[in-house]
């Protein structure tokens, strides 16, 4: 975890980072939670922070985590979100995931959903986890893995 000083010091960098893109963007920091970082991004313009499914969010995060752990070697990790951007695609996911599983539930054939990245996968197994009606595995190799939904 790390310290008053430490966190200062991150959101420096961070600010400081967002001034240098010129872009109109208000940054919010949300209070550490264990080693994780929220910052919030608010801008009028967040297609070119999210990118494609998010890809440039992601990788702009890894890029802050990057230069901050060059500052401040600890264990933590920023958890950068636009305009609520994982908010949405949480619950998005979420909903979909429970569609799909009522879907397979009712018609017991099994729904293979679009390839998606590790984290997007691992929330639809946390949503469909704890049903006794349906089970799910990733299938597929590389960026074409994806969720196979099944009855049990």
């Not at 985590?65 to 401040?72: E, G, H, L, P, V």
């Not at 990790?77 to 599983?101: G, Q």
């Not at 099994?110 to 299938?139: C, F, G, N, W």
Request: no cysteine; net charge neutral.
């Amino acid at each position: 975890m790390v310290n008053i000083k430490e966190l200062d010091e991150i959101k420096k960098t961070i600010k400081n980072f967002f001034e240098k893109t010129t872009l109109e963007v208000e940054v919010d920091f949300s209070f550490p939670k264990d080693e994780t970082i929220p910052v919030k991004i608010k801008t009028p313009d967040p297609k070119i922070l999210i990118g494609h499914n998010g890809q440039t969010l992601f990788e702009i995060q890894h890029l802050l985590q990057a230069i901050s752990k060059r500052k401040i070697p600890g264990d933590f990790h920023i958890d950068l979100d636009v305009n609520d951007y994982k908010e949405k695609k949480i619950e998005y996911l979420r909903e979909t995931a429970r569609s799909a599983a009522d879907e397979v539930a009712l018609i017991k054939k099994e729904k293979m959903l679009e390839p998606m990245p590790a984290y997007e996968r691992r929330i639809i197994h946390l949503e469909l986890s704890q049903r006794k009606d349906v089970k799910t595995e990733s299938v597929g190799e590389g960026a074409e893995r994806k969720i196979g939904i099944y009855p049990r």
